[in-house]
C-alpha cells in the first residue's frame, strides 16, 4: 500500500488512567471540525477479529495467560487492525489516531511483564507491516494518580496493580530517550484543555496543520 502524502497516524500512549483515550477523541474532533477526514481507533480492537482478541486478554476469565501468550494476542491484534483499518485509511488520506499502538505492547509487556524489549520491538516491527506513527503523544502521570482515576471495575491489566504500572512508565520514559524524534511527553497533571493545546500546538509546530 502506499500512505497518502496528506494523511497522518497519531498515537497517544500512557498508562492506565493518564488520560490519553481523552484526548485522543479531542483531537479526533478537533480535526473534523476542520473538515480533515480523520478516524480513531483503539488497541486492543477495532476489527471484528481485534474485538475477539480483546475480549480475551482483558475480559474474559484468563487470568492463566503466560506472558509470551499476552504479548503475541496484542500484537496479533494490532495486525489485523493495522492490515484491516489503518492502511486502507492512510492510502485514502484520512489521518489515524490511535488510542495505544505498537508503544504499549514495549510498556506493558516489556517493562510491566519483564519480555525483552528488543525481541518486542521485532516482534511489532512484523505485526504493523512496519508502520511507524508520525508523532506518539505520551500523556505522562504518576502511577498513584493514575490509579485514583480508574473506576472499580477494572480490566485484568488494570488489576495488575502499582508496581507494574510504575514498570510501565519507566518504559515509556526509556521509549522518549529512544525515539526522541517521535515522541512528545506532555504533563498529564494538567487540565484536560492544557493537555490538548500541547497537542495542537505540536501538531502545528510540525507543519501538519496551518495554525
Sequence with gaps: MSISNEARFITFE???GCGKSTQAKLLLERLNARQQPAILVR???GTRVSEAIRQILLYKDTDELVDRTEALLMTASRAQLT????????????????????????AYQGG???????????????????LTPDITFLVDVRPEVALGRQGLSKDRIEREGMEF???????????????PE????????????????????????????QS
Design 83 to 106: 492490515r484491516e483499518v489503518i492502511l486502507p485509511s492512510l492510502e485514502e488520506g484520512k489521518w489515524v489516531i490511535a488510542d495505544r499502538y505498537s508503544d504499549s505492547t514495549l
Design 43 to 45: 488497541e486492543p480492537g
Design 112 to 130: 510491566g511483564r519483564n519480555l525483552d524489549l528488543e525481541w518486542l520491538i521485532k516482534l511489532n516491527t512484523f505485526a504493523t507491516y512496519e
Design 182 to 209: 517521535r515522541f512528545v511527553a506532555i504533563d498529564g497533571h494538567q487540565d484536560v484543555h492544557s493537555i490538548q493545546e500541547q497537542v495542537w500546538n505540536e501538531i502545528i509546530r510540525r507543519h501538519f496543520v
Design 165 to 179: 504500572q510504575v514498570r510501565a512508565r519507566n518504559t515509556y520514559h526509556e521509549l522518549l530517550k529512544r525515539f
Design 14 to 16: 500512557g498508562i492506565d
